[in-house]
């Protein structure tokens, strides 16, 4: 991996400043990169997925472990250097929120990883979609924003749960492996970071996904609101009170005092 000044230099001569709005912060922490790499748990011949690889550095720590690395990278500025220096990897220029799922696993081997240092303004909509992505992709190791990753573990009744952290426990097991400092990255970001490794799994049997989000979108959207408050633009009060009686919590219950099991039960019994 390039050294702090060896990357500034690298950048220097492809032209390519680190641009804010594409989040871009650039690992220089080598111990960070094999910790990375070793939570990922990356064999020889494994199949990774990387989003946004930037210079190259985690790239470089990939392939050096024998995978075979398809890496997705936005900003063109950086893609020939990436193919020059990484002729055994495929590199892909493009957004991935806009690849299809034939554009990214031509190949059909699997089951796929995804390791990545993902963009922070867009964790959330790249998050979802990899979600989506069982049983092509097993796992994902990714670094996030320090507080988002807090979320995604995040225990009912916490100022940290919110519906992100029922829709990630929804299709995955998610763990908070370490926490990254910000002198770990150039530019140093304002905040700190930690990586997360999500264990993709069949999400539970109900009778709409669409349906159970929504409720649960719109319960915590008034998150200290009690639920037969914040739902009454979808379901009466009368039956959200019955279904909260029939499961044996409170009328007054609020969103951030379920938990997913309880979110399920509650939609289903209103429905049905």
Known sequence: MFRPRELHSHLLNLGAFPKKRLSQNFLIDGNILQKIV???KIEKGDCILEIGPGPGALTEALLKRGARVLAVEKDPLFVPSLQNRFPQACIMQGDFLKLSFSDLFQEKTSPWKVVANL?????TPILVRLLSLFPEVDTLTL???????????AAPKTKAYSRLTLFTHFYSEPKFCFSVSPGSFYPKPSVSSCVMHLTLKSPPKVSSEKGLFEMIGKAFQQRRKMLRT???TLFSTVRVE???HAL????????????LR???ALFEDIRH
């Open 143 to 153: 670094m996030v924003q320090k507080e988002v990753g807090e979320r995604l573990v």
């Open 119 to 123: 963009p922070y303004h867009l964790t």
């Open 38 to 40: 070793h939570t990922a």
């Open 242 to 244: 019955r279904a909260l």
């Open 248 to 259: 044996c919590l409170p009328e007054t219950a609020r969103p951030e005092e379920l938990s």
């Open 230 to 232: 914040s739902l009454k």
């Open 262 to 264: 309880e979110f399920i």
